[in-house]
């Protein structure tokens, strides 16, 4: 990963671990495949009617496994693959402007230092975590 590219990612992880923020992302595919995988058995073993209660078996089993399980949002940052880290990080670079720092030290000093800045940031990293994850945010309690 590039330096600046860390640097942002060490930011936003400092940032959300130090207003305890927690997401719940929706994991839609693998509920998908739970509800596809039920029809297509119930399908195998019961044909028509098969694929309607698997489907339906499956839809429910899906539900409840993707249901809202929070996380540390830092957890959840850390894990992103390179894309979704590359938009987190052109998110970031513009609210900083031409801010200038030398490493990530440096650069969460200068965030902590300045409260509009670090609340810009926050919402920045809010607005990308519930638009581009379709995340639910808590701050804990």
Known sequence: MAPRMDDIMRLCCELSAHDQIKVAVKNSTKGAVVVGGAAFVGGLLGGPAGIAVGGTLGGLLGSWMTSGQFRPLP?????????????LYNDIVGVLGNLDWTDAAQLLA???????????????????????????????D
Request: no cysteine; proline share 5%; glycine share 2%.
């Open 75 to 87: 957890e959840i940052l850390m894990e992103l693959p390179p894309s979704q880290k590359q938009k």
């Open 110 to 140: 200068l965030v902590m230092g300045n409260a509009t800045l670090q609340q810009q940031i926050t919402a920045a990293l809010l607005r990308y975590v519930t638009n581009e994850l379709k995340a639910e945010v808590r701050y804990q």
